[in-house]
């Protein structure tokens, strides 16, 4: 070996070059680039142009109990499974449009809520009472209910969220 002008040893040959200085692991790095940037553009794509199908909090608390009816829940022998779903779609129509934060109350809780708001709302409190009623006695007192007793408060259920979704409309609609 021959020292050079500066007094190092002359290397031309290279044993063994570093794997990130190989063609490979440079094509590797864009192609992970590529991906990378073409993922955000997606998500971005999909964030900003792609609307969801959002259904409003009416519809899907009327899509909702028409589940139940569809499912056959309304009768005496899923009285307790219908009564429990029944109740939780009124009090998720309850946090969805009116902004009340009472998915967390008992039945009774909320029934108390609602009487004690300040909105028009409590006056169709009588009508949803009897919802609760009967929720309560199923689930804890484990009453025995008639088909029609059911029926009935499935339609209660229904015109509540019926007449509520007629009371938003007329406060937001412009008097004129």
């Known amino acids: 070996m021959q020292l050079d002008e500066f007094g190092l040893y002359d290397i031309y040959g290279v ?3 570093p794997f990130w200085q190989k063609t490979w692991f440079i094509i590797l790095i864009i192609v ?3 991906l990378y940037v073409i993922g955000i553009g997606y998500a971005i794509y999909r964030w900003h142009f792609v609307k969801k199908n959002k259904k409003s909090a009416y519809d899907l608390a009327l899509y909702n109990l028409a ?5 056959q829940l309304i009768t005496s022998q899923n009285a307790k499974v219908f009564y429990y779903q029944a109740t939780m779609i009124v009090k998720r129509y309850l946090y969805d449009e009116w902004g009340y934060n009472c998915l967390a109350y008992t039945d009774y ?6 009487q004690e708001s300040s909105d028009d709302i409590k006056l169709f409190v009588p009508e949803i009472k009897r919802l609760f009623d009967g929720s309560q ?3 804890f ?3 025995q209910v008639t088909d029609e007793y059911v029926a009935q408060d499935y339609q209660l259920a229904c015109i509540f969220i019926k007449k509520l979704h007629a009371l938003k409309d007329k406060k ?5």
């Open 15 to 17: 044993y063994n070059v």
């Open 32 to 34: 992970i680039i590529l």
């Open 67 to 71: 589940e139940l009816k569809k499912d």
């Open 109 to 114: 809780e909320l029934i108390n809520f609602l």
């Open 137 to 139: 006695m199923i689930k």
């Open 141 to 143: 007192a484990l009453d």
């Open 172 to 176: 937001e609609s412009p008097e004129s």
